[in-house]
T-cell receptor
Framework: DTEVTQTPKHLVMGMTNKKSLKCEQH?????MYWYKQKAKKPPELMFV???????INESVPSRFSPECPNSSLLNLHLHALQPEDSALYLC????????????FGSGTQLSVL | KQEVTQIPAALSVPEGENLVLNCSFT??????LQWFRQDPGKGLTSLLL?????REQTSGRLNASLDKSSGRSTLYIAASQPGDSATYLC?????????FGKGTRLSVIA
């Protein structure tokens, strides 16, 4: 199994809602990532978890809250988002660290109204 | 700070043509370079990864080269097909997390 699975595929939420994005991989990878991608732009790194510990936070606003419950799961909790947060949110994993082949999920297309 | 540039931004070719996509980077202190493919609204698929000690990698109709000294990589696609239409991104791994270029949007016309 070489897949990274993201749910939901699409999400529409209001600015007062609380929602969560989920990411799962069963490749035994110990590094997991959240990226944000706006239309026609490259992905921007948000968070990196290494061995279930947050190792990189790229100065992301606190309305985005990551969680890594175990080595296979990565969540992104969303609260009080702004319309400009609408984007494709991508999860990725790699075997152990930053300088390895990345496997991406198909993303969650988020619209904030 | 590593900067990655991809030229051209968009490319349209007839089916069957061989083509080259270019990627340049400013800091030669890299661990590896990856080429990804992205279909509209989808995630990224890793095509090829070249370690800093390697000169090229091949997979099927794809061949990627790396010249660290000049800060350049190319992705060569042989005998292009309409199914190759996508955005191709290169990404550099170094002392900072992966840095992406803005991509080349490829259209292969049947």
């Amino acid at each position: 199994d070489t897949e990274v699975t993201q749910t939901p595929k699409h999400l529409v939420m209001g600015m007062t809602n609380k929602k969560s994005l989920k990411c799962e991989q069963h490749m035994g990878h110990r590094a997991m990532y959240w990226y944000k991608q706006k239309a026609k732009k490259p992905p921007e790194l948000m968070f990196v978890y290494s061995y279930e510990k947050l190792s990189i936070n790229e100065s992301v606003p606190s309305r985005f809250s990551p969680e890594c419950p175990n080595s296979s799961l990565l969540n992104l909790h969303l609260h009080a988002l702004q319309p400009e947060d609408s984007a494709l949110y991508l999860c990725a994993s790699s075997a152990t660290g930053l300088n390895e082949k990345l496997f991406f999920g198909s993303g969650t297309q988020l619209s904030v109204l | 700070k590593q900067e990655v540039t991809q030229i051209p931004a968009a490319l349209s070719v007839p089916e069957g043509e061989n083509l080259v996509l270019n990627c340049s980077f400013t800091d030669s202190a890299i661990y590896n370079l990856q080429w990804f493919r992205q279909d509209p609204g989808k995630g990224l698929t890793s095509l090829l990864l070249i370690q800093s000690s390697q000169r090229e990698q091949t997979s099927g109709r794809l061949n990627a080269s790396l010249d660290k000294s000049s800060g350049r990589s190319t992705l060569y696609i042989a005998a292009s097909q309409p199914g190759d239409s996508a955005t191709y991104l290169c990404a550099i791994s170094g002392n900072t997390p992966l840095v992406f270029g803005k991509g080349t949007r490829l259209s292969v016309i049947a």
